[in-house]
């Protein structure tokens, strides 16, 4: 079942609070680290609708 969103209940709609994705951006700055060293990868990013794939790649 999916958890009913606290912030903004909404899909699609930029948040007024963006929380609790430090790591999240951290392995994307390594991961463009990385490809601009030459080293280039591809990644999935998967989940269940509503736990933020869209907000967190905007
Ligand atoms: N890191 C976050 N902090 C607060 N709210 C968030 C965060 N990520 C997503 N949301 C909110 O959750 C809802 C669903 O996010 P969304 O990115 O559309 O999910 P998905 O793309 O995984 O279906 C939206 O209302 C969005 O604003
Ligand atoms: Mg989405």
Request: aromatic share 8%; charged share 25%; proline share 9%.
């Amino acid at each position: 079942m999916i958890k009913p969103n606290p912030f903004t209940p909404k899909s699609g709609i930029e948040p007024k609070i963006f929380l609790n994705r430090t790591e999240e951006i951290s392995l994307f700055l390594e991961k463009i680290k990385e490809a601009k060293a030459g080293l280039p990868s591809h990644y999935i990013i998967n989940g269940e609708w509503g736990i933020g794939k869209t907000t967190l790649l905007n």
